[in-house]
C-alpha cells in the first residue's frame, strides 16, 4: 500500500539505509518513487524490528553449542533406546510357525544390527559363540582329524524355513574332518560329538557358511542344525601303480 504525503513526514527522521531494508523486509514488493522510498508507518515498523529481532535471537540459540549437544544428545537417546523384546519375538514366532519350523525351534530378537538369541536353559554357549543342545548323546568316541563322518542334518536360518537337508536328498553326507570342507561352526559342533547322538547347533554368522547368489544362504545371520551323527570311519591312503585314492572304512 503506498503512503500518502502526510504519512511520508513521520519517517522523515528515519535512517534512510534502515528504513529501506525494513520495507523490503516487510513488503518485498515495495517499489521506489522518484529518489526516495515508499516506507511504512512508525507503528508497523516496531512490529517488523520485534520480528527481526526474535528471528536474530533464535538464529543465535540455534548456533549455542548448549543446544547443539542437547539435540545430539537426544538423537544418540533415540537410537539407543531399548526396542519392544515381546512384541519381536511373538513375531518371531509367527514367521517360524507359517515356516513350519520345530516346536521347541531356537527364537532370535533381531532389530537391526542387534540380534538376541532366546534358547531353553539346557543349551551351552562356547566362548566361540557357537550353542548346541544335546537331543542325545551317542556312544563310542568322538572324531578326529582323517577320519571319515558319515551324517545327517537339516539346515534352518533364523525364521525357522528349512534351507537343506540329506532326508530329503535320500543319503547322508560322507565328509573327512580336517581338511576345510565344513562350515567352521559346524566342524565345531560336530567334532565332540558321538556315533549315534543328535544335536541342535547354533551357529552365529562369525563362524557360519559364506554368502552369496550361489549359496543357500543370502545374508549374514545365524544358522541352526539339526545333526545325527551315525558312524565315524577311519581312512586309508591307497596306492595302486598310478592310481591313488583314500579308502574309509
Known amino acids: 500500500m503506498e503512503l500518502t504525503s502526510s504519512s511520508r513526514s513521520v519517517l522523515s527522521s528515519c535512517n ?5 531494508a525494513l520495507c523490503r523486509t516487510a513488503y518485498p514488493g515495495a517499489r521506489r518513487k522518484e529518489k526516495g522510498i515508499v516506507c511504512i508507518l512508525s507503528e508497523e515498523k516496531e512490529v517488523v524490528q520485534r520480528t527481526i529481532r526474535r528471528r536474530a535471537a533464535f538464529s543465535l540459540l540455534l548456533a549455542s553449542p548448549v543446544l547443539s549437544v542437547a539435540f545430539s544428545a537426544y538423537g544418540k537417546s533415540k537410537t539407543m533406546n531399548p526396542y519392544d523384546e515381546r512384541r ?4 518371531n514366532k509367527k514367521i517360524q510357525e507359517a515356516n513350519r519350523a520345530p516346536e521347541d525351534f531356537p527364537n532370535f530378537i533381531r532389530e537391526g544390527f542387534q540380534v538376541k538369541v532366546v534358547t ?3 543349551y551351552i554357549t562356547r566362548a566361540s559363540g557357537l550353542m548346541y543342545e544335546d537331543i542325545k548323546v551317542g556312544t563310542g568316541d568322538s572324531p578326529k582329524d582323517g577320519q571319515q563322518i558319515i551324517f545327517h542334518y537339516v539346515g534352518y536360518n533364523e525364521a525357522g524355513r528349512r534351507i537343506d537337508s540329506t532326508y530329503i536328498q535320500g543319503s547322508p553326507a560322507k565328509i573327512r574332518l580336517g581338511n576345510g570342507t565344513l562350515v567352521p561352526g559346524f566342524e565345531e559342533g560336530i567334532r565332540d560329538m558321538k556315533p549315534g547322538g543328535k544335536r541342535r547347533i547354533i551357529i552365529p554368522p562369525e563362524l557360519g557358511p559364506p554368502v552369496g547368489p550361489s549359496t ?3 545374508a ?3 544358522e541352526v542344525f539339526d545333526v545325527e551323527l551315525l558312524a565315524v570311519q577311519d581312512c586309508q591312503r591307497r596306492t595302486i ?3 591313488s585314492d ?4
Not at 534512510?16 to 529501506?20: F, G, L, N, W
Not at 583314500?246 to 572304512?249: A, D, G, I, P, R
Open 16 to 20: 534512510r539505509p534502515v528504513a529501506r
Open 220 to 222: 549374514k545371520q545365524f
Open 246 to 249: 583314500v579308502v574309509c572304512s
Open 88 to 91: 519381536l519375538l511373538q513375531q
Open 120 to 122: 531353553p536353559d539346557n
Open 216 to 218: 543357500f544362504f543370502s
Open 241 to 243: 601303480a598310478f592310481y
